[in-house]
Protein backbone atom coordinates (compact mmCIF):
# COMPACT_ATOMS: atom_id res chain seq x y z
CA UNK A 1 0.00 0.00 0.00
CA UNK A 2 1.47 3.15 -1.01
CA UNK A 3 0.87 6.53 1.26
CA UNK A 4 0.90 9.87 0.70
CA UNK A 5 0.28 13.57 2.75
CA UNK A 6 -2.22 15.80 0.79
CA UNK A 7 -0.87 19.12 1.53
CA UNK A 8 -2.71 20.45 -1.66
CA UNK A 9 -6.22 19.38 0.77
CA UNK A 10 -5.02 20.67 3.72
CA UNK A 11 -1.98 22.24 4.47
CA UNK A 12 -1.73 23.69 8.01
CA UNK A 13 1.00 22.63 10.79
CA UNK A 14 -1.44 20.53 13.52
CA UNK A 15 -3.28 18.42 10.75
CA UNK A 16 -2.16 15.30 8.28
CA UNK A 17 -4.36 14.00 5.68
CA UNK A 18 -2.65 11.12 4.52
CA UNK A 19 -4.04 9.46 1.44
CA UNK A 20 -3.96 5.78 0.03
CA UNK A 21 -5.39 4.00 -2.32
CA UNK A 22 -7.05 0.10 -1.96
CA UNK A 23 -7.51 -0.45 -5.76
CA UNK A 24 -11.43 0.43 -5.26
CA UNK A 25 -11.55 3.59 -2.96
CA UNK A 26 -8.78 6.57 -1.83
CA UNK A 27 -8.87 6.40 1.15
CA UNK A 28 -8.28 8.96 3.91
CA UNK A 29 -6.42 8.91 7.28
CA UNK A 30 -6.63 12.47 9.48
CA UNK A 31 -4.01 13.17 12.05
CA UNK A 32 -4.85 16.09 14.52
CA UNK A 33 -3.45 17.92 17.45
CA UNK A 34 -5.61 20.73 18.23
CA UNK A 35 -3.52 22.88 20.72
CA UNK A 36 -6.14 24.97 23.49
CA UNK A 37 -7.29 27.45 21.41
CA UNK A 38 -8.55 24.66 18.89
CA UNK A 39 -6.79 26.10 16.17
CA UNK A 40 -6.58 22.72 13.94
CA UNK A 41 -10.41 22.37 14.87
CA UNK A 42 -11.58 25.58 13.76
CA UNK A 43 -9.37 25.52 10.85
CA UNK A 44 -10.71 21.77 9.54
CA UNK A 45 -13.93 23.14 10.07
CA UNK A 46 -13.41 26.13 7.86
CA UNK A 47 -11.86 24.12 5.44
CA UNK A 48 -12.85 20.73 5.29
CA UNK A 49 -13.13 20.02 1.48
CA UNK A 50 -14.97 16.56 0.38
CA UNK A 51 -13.00 13.56 1.94
CA UNK A 52 -15.48 11.24 1.40
CA UNK A 53 -14.00 7.91 2.51
CA UNK A 54 -12.34 8.84 5.58
CA UNK A 55 -11.74 6.11 7.29
CA UNK A 56 -10.44 7.25 10.65
CA UNK A 57 -9.62 10.32 12.63
CA UNK A 58 -7.43 10.62 15.42
CA UNK A 59 -5.58 12.79 17.96
CA UNK A 60 -5.02 14.83 20.50
CA UNK A 61 -7.74 16.82 20.35
CA UNK A 62 -7.60 18.84 23.87
CA UNK A 63 -11.31 18.83 24.30
CA UNK A 64 -12.51 17.70 27.90
CA UNK A 65 -15.96 16.36 27.85
CA UNK A 66 -18.41 14.27 30.04
CA UNK A 67 -19.53 12.65 26.61
CA UNK A 68 -16.17 10.57 26.74
CA UNK A 69 -14.57 11.64 29.99
CA UNK A 70 -17.17 10.20 33.20
CA UNK A 71 -15.20 11.72 35.29
CA UNK A 72 -15.29 14.88 33.71
CA UNK A 73 -18.45 16.42 34.81
CA UNK A 74 -19.07 19.65 32.29
CA UNK A 75 -19.42 19.69 28.80
CA UNK A 76 -16.99 21.72 26.20
CA UNK A 77 -18.03 24.70 24.05
CA UNK A 78 -16.35 22.65 21.56
CA UNK A 79 -17.92 19.81 21.40
CA UNK A 80 -20.30 20.90 18.32
CA UNK A 81 -17.78 21.67 16.27
CA UNK A 82 -16.11 18.81 17.01
CA UNK A 83 -18.96 16.24 16.25
CA UNK A 84 -19.91 18.45 13.01
CA UNK A 85 -16.75 17.61 11.69
CA UNK A 86 -16.84 14.35 12.28
CA UNK A 87 -19.84 14.03 11.24
CA UNK A 88 -19.15 16.08 7.71
CA UNK A 89 -16.27 13.20 7.23
CA UNK A 90 -18.86 10.01 7.93
CA UNK A 91 -17.14 9.51 11.23
CA UNK A 92 -18.65 8.66 14.93
CA UNK A 93 -16.67 8.85 18.19
CA UNK A 94 -15.39 5.77 18.70
CA UNK A 95 -15.42 4.50 22.14
CA UNK A 96 -11.84 2.04 23.40
CA UNK A 97 -12.62 -1.48 23.96
CA UNK A 98 -10.80 -0.35 27.43
CA UNK A 99 -11.62 3.26 28.56
CA UNK A 100 -9.91 5.09 30.47
CA UNK A 101 -7.30 8.14 30.81
CA UNK A 102 -5.52 8.88 27.83
CA UNK A 103 -3.48 11.54 29.79
CA UNK A 104 -1.83 11.65 33.20
CA UNK A 105 -1.51 14.76 34.95
CA UNK A 106 1.87 16.32 35.61
CA UNK A 107 0.66 17.83 38.70
CA UNK A 108 -1.48 14.72 41.39
CA UNK A 109 -3.76 17.01 42.50
CA UNK A 110 -5.02 17.53 38.72
CA UNK A 111 -7.27 14.88 37.78
CA UNK A 112 -5.66 12.55 34.41
CA UNK A 113 -7.96 13.58 31.37
CA UNK A 114 -9.29 11.72 28.01
CA UNK A 115 -8.32 14.00 25.33
CA UNK A 116 -6.99 11.21 22.96
CA UNK A 117 -9.85 10.76 20.82
CA UNK A 118 -10.63 8.16 17.83
CA UNK A 119 -13.29 9.22 15.08
CA UNK A 120 -13.93 6.38 12.95
CA UNK A 121 -16.41 5.32 10.00
CA UNK A 122 -19.43 3.14 12.32
CA UNK A 123 -19.55 0.94 9.48
CA UNK A 124 -15.97 -0.20 9.54
CA UNK A 125 -14.97 -3.31 11.84
CA UNK A 126 -12.95 -1.13 13.60
CA UNK A 127 -15.12 0.60 15.15
CA UNK A 128 -15.21 1.06 19.06
CA UNK A 129 -12.46 -1.68 18.57
CA UNK A 130 -9.58 0.20 19.04
CA UNK A 131 -7.33 -0.27 22.57
CA UNK A 132 -5.72 2.36 24.92
CA UNK A 133 -2.02 0.89 26.23
CA UNK A 134 -0.94 3.16 29.32
CA UNK A 135 1.53 0.33 29.32
CA UNK A 136 3.57 1.57 25.99
CA UNK A 137 3.42 5.08 27.09
CA UNK A 138 6.93 5.40 28.55
CA UNK A 139 7.99 8.56 29.55
CA UNK A 140 4.83 10.35 28.02
CA UNK A 141 2.13 11.15 29.83
CA UNK A 142 0.22 10.63 26.49
CA UNK A 143 -1.28 6.43 26.69
CA UNK A 144 -1.41 5.49 22.93
CA UNK A 145 -3.53 4.54 20.80
CA UNK A 146 -3.99 1.39 18.74
CA UNK A 147 -6.84 1.38 16.08
CA UNK A 148 -7.45 -1.52 13.59
CA UNK A 149 -9.48 -0.48 10.79
CA UNK A 150 -10.49 -2.79 8.14
CA UNK A 151 -10.02 -1.68 4.10
CA UNK A 152 -11.06 -3.75 0.95
CA UNK A 153 -8.51 -3.83 -1.75
CA UNK A 154 -9.30 -4.92 -5.36
CA UNK A 155 -6.64 -7.51 -6.34
CA UNK A 156 -5.91 -5.77 -9.86
CA UNK A 157 -4.22 -8.57 -12.48
CA UNK A 158 -2.06 -6.80 -15.16
CA UNK A 159 -0.45 -9.32 -18.05
CA UNK A 160 1.62 -7.69 -20.92
CA UNK A 161 3.76 -9.34 -23.67
CA UNK A 162 7.86 -8.26 -23.52
CA UNK A 163 10.70 -9.26 -25.78
CA UNK A 164 13.41 -10.77 -24.04
CA UNK A 165 16.68 -8.82 -23.55
CA UNK A 166 19.82 -9.32 -26.26
CA UNK A 167 17.18 -11.86 -28.05
CA UNK A 168 16.40 -11.97 -31.62
CA UNK A 169 13.49 -10.46 -31.64
CA UNK A 170 14.69 -7.40 -30.16
CA UNK A 171 17.01 -6.88 -32.72
CA UNK A 172 14.27 -7.41 -35.93
CA UNK A 173 11.93 -5.10 -33.67
CA UNK A 174 14.80 -2.75 -33.18
CA UNK A 175 15.47 -3.20 -36.77
CA UNK A 176 12.34 -2.42 -38.37
CA UNK A 177 11.86 1.17 -36.37
CA UNK A 178 15.41 2.17 -36.83
CA UNK A 179 14.42 1.53 -41.12
CA UNK A 180 11.50 2.82 -40.96
CA UNK A 181 12.56 5.82 -39.36
CA UNK A 182 15.11 6.56 -41.74
CA UNK A 183 13.10 6.14 -44.34
CA UNK A 184 10.52 8.92 -43.16
CA UNK A 185 10.49 11.76 -45.42
CA UNK A 186 10.42 14.75 -43.05
CA UNK A 187 11.79 17.13 -45.49
CA UNK A 188 8.53 18.65 -46.34
CA UNK A 189 7.05 19.84 -42.53
CA UNK A 190 6.00 23.10 -44.15
CA UNK A 191 2.79 23.52 -41.99
CA UNK A 192 0.82 21.61 -38.67
CA UNK A 193 -0.84 19.51 -41.30
CA UNK A 194 2.46 18.20 -42.63
CA UNK A 195 4.01 17.35 -38.95
CA UNK A 196 0.67 15.66 -38.15
CA UNK A 197 1.19 13.36 -40.98
CA UNK A 198 4.53 12.43 -40.39
CA UNK A 199 3.65 12.32 -36.74
CA UNK A 200 0.98 9.72 -37.94
CA UNK A 201 3.27 7.93 -39.75
CA UNK A 202 5.83 7.33 -37.12
CA UNK A 203 3.32 5.97 -34.38
CA UNK A 204 2.31 3.18 -37.22
CA UNK A 205 6.12 2.58 -37.76
CA UNK A 206 6.19 1.59 -34.08
CA UNK A 207 2.57 -0.15 -34.02
CA UNK A 208 3.47 -2.35 -37.40
CA UNK A 209 7.23 -3.37 -35.69
CA UNK B 1 -12.34 -8.57 -2.99
CA UNK B 2 -9.40 -9.22 -0.40
CA UNK B 3 -10.08 -7.95 3.29
CA UNK B 4 -7.09 -5.91 4.94
CA UNK B 5 -6.67 -4.79 8.25
CA UNK B 6 -5.00 -1.44 8.58
CA UNK B 7 -3.02 -0.96 11.98
CA UNK B 8 -2.39 2.51 13.39
CA UNK B 9 -0.53 3.57 16.27
CA UNK B 10 -1.09 7.54 17.64
CA UNK B 11 0.52 8.99 20.52
CA UNK B 12 1.36 12.24 21.38
CA UNK B 13 5.09 12.50 21.82
CA UNK B 14 5.30 15.65 23.55
CA UNK B 15 8.84 16.39 21.22
CA UNK B 16 10.62 13.55 23.22
CA UNK B 17 13.35 12.28 20.28
CA UNK B 18 14.01 9.47 22.52
CA UNK B 19 10.43 8.36 22.94
CA UNK B 20 9.96 8.31 19.07
CA UNK B 21 12.70 7.10 18.01
CA UNK B 22 11.30 4.11 20.63
CA UNK B 23 8.12 3.86 18.79
CA UNK B 24 9.23 4.14 15.69
CA UNK B 25 11.91 0.99 16.26
CA UNK B 26 9.43 -1.36 18.41
CA UNK B 27 7.16 -0.62 16.16
CA UNK B 28 8.21 -1.27 12.50
CA UNK B 29 7.25 -4.95 12.45
CA UNK B 30 3.69 -4.50 13.93
CA UNK B 31 2.43 -1.06 12.58
CA UNK B 32 1.00 0.09 9.39
CA UNK B 33 1.31 3.63 9.97
CA UNK B 34 2.28 5.78 13.07
CA UNK B 35 0.50 8.98 13.89
CA UNK B 36 2.62 11.34 16.23
CA UNK B 37 1.33 14.31 18.15
CA UNK B 38 4.30 17.39 19.22
CA UNK B 39 6.67 15.13 16.82
CA UNK B 40 10.49 16.85 18.09
CA UNK B 41 12.16 19.15 15.84
CA UNK B 42 15.66 19.89 15.24
CA UNK B 43 17.93 21.93 13.50
CA UNK B 44 19.20 20.28 10.60
CA UNK B 45 20.76 22.42 8.67
CA UNK B 46 21.01 26.48 7.23
CA UNK B 47 20.34 26.44 3.50
CA UNK B 48 21.26 29.50 1.12
CA UNK B 49 18.84 32.23 1.64
CA UNK B 50 18.13 35.40 -0.31
CA UNK B 51 17.83 37.45 2.55
CA UNK B 52 19.66 35.78 5.04
CA UNK B 53 23.48 35.85 4.70
CA UNK B 54 23.52 32.65 7.53
CA UNK B 55 20.78 31.02 5.28
CA UNK B 56 17.44 29.96 6.03
CA UNK B 57 17.22 26.92 9.26
CA UNK B 58 15.69 23.94 7.86
CA UNK B 59 14.09 21.93 10.56
CA UNK B 60 12.84 17.92 10.83
CA UNK B 61 11.98 15.11 13.18
CA UNK B 62 13.57 11.88 13.22
CA UNK B 63 13.34 8.90 10.69
CA UNK B 64 13.96 5.76 10.83
CA UNK B 65 15.21 3.58 7.84
CA UNK B 66 11.73 1.18 8.22
CA UNK B 67 9.81 4.19 7.52
CA UNK B 68 8.79 6.59 5.32
CA UNK B 69 7.67 10.48 6.65
CA UNK B 70 5.53 12.38 5.89
CA UNK B 71 5.67 15.90 7.34
CA UNK B 72 4.72 19.19 6.63
CA UNK B 73 8.26 20.73 5.43
CA UNK B 74 8.69 24.50 5.90
CA UNK B 75 11.12 26.48 7.84
CA UNK B 76 9.32 26.87 10.91
CA UNK B 77 10.41 25.16 13.96
CA UNK B 78 7.13 24.79 15.13
CA UNK B 79 5.08 22.17 14.10
CA UNK B 80 2.50 19.91 16.07
CA UNK B 81 1.74 17.02 13.45
Request: proline share 6%.
Amino acid sequence: MRFTLRLDIINHRDVNVLVFYSGQHINYVINVYSDDNQNALYFLNRNIVDLNNTIVMTGDFNIRDNDWDPNYPHHSVHIEDLLTLAESLGLDLSPPTNPGPTRFADNPRDTNSVIDLAFINPNNSGFSQHSLHPELRRPSDYVPLIIEVSINETNINNSFWSISKDSEEEKNFTKAITDSTLALDTSNITSKENLEVVVQRLASIFNEA
Amino acid sequence: MIKKTLKIFSQNVRKNKTLMNTILENNKNSMDIILVQEPPKSLIRCVPSHTDPTGDPIYSTPNHPDWTLFIRQDLAQENYT
